[in-house]
């Protein structure tokens, strides 16, 4: 299963959040969701100039990115229990979540201000 969220600074977002999400997880829960939670994300701030990264792992993790990526794309392997995210036109790997557990269907969550949707409508594929 794949997802992408575009960033840059031509957003009028100032936080975004991209990850995968159990079907079950309630979409007003706390912010950043975690792992312990149902949920596997990276998220962005922009502050100024620059651009912050995180992967809200059991604990939030600063990530350090060499160049801004214009789209995060999340990669999610269900055999493996691996959630991947990556800088689409480099091919970049920014965080890998390791021993994921789905128990159900996971669904996309995309996070943008105050504006959050779950989505389901994607085809998941094997390696």
Not at 16 to 21: A, Q, R, Y
Not at 49 to 62: K, R
Not at 76 to 84: F, Q, R, T
Not at 103 to 125: A, F, H, M, V
Request: with cysteine; net charge positive; hydrophobic share 30%.
């Amino acid at each position: 299963r794949r997802d992408t969220v575009k960033t840059g600074r031509g957003t009028t977002s100032k936080v975004w959040t991209l990850g995968v999400v159990k079907e079950s997880v309630n979409k007003h829960m706390g912010f950043p969701p975690t792992p312990k939670d149902g949920a596997w994300t990276l998220s962005a701030r922009y502050t100024g100039w620059a651009v912050q990264y995180f992967a809200c792992d059991s604990e939030i993790l600063l990530l350090h990115v060499r160049q801004t990526p214009k789209t995060v794309g999340v990669f999610v392997d269900c055999e493996k229990g691996e959630v991947s995210f990556y800088d689409v036109d480099t091919r970049t790997l920014m965080y890998s979540f390791t021993g994921c557990t789905f128990t159900e269907k996971p669904s996309t969550l995309k996070y943008r201000g105050d504006d959050i949707t779950k989505k389901q409508d994607y085809t998941l594929r094997h390696k």
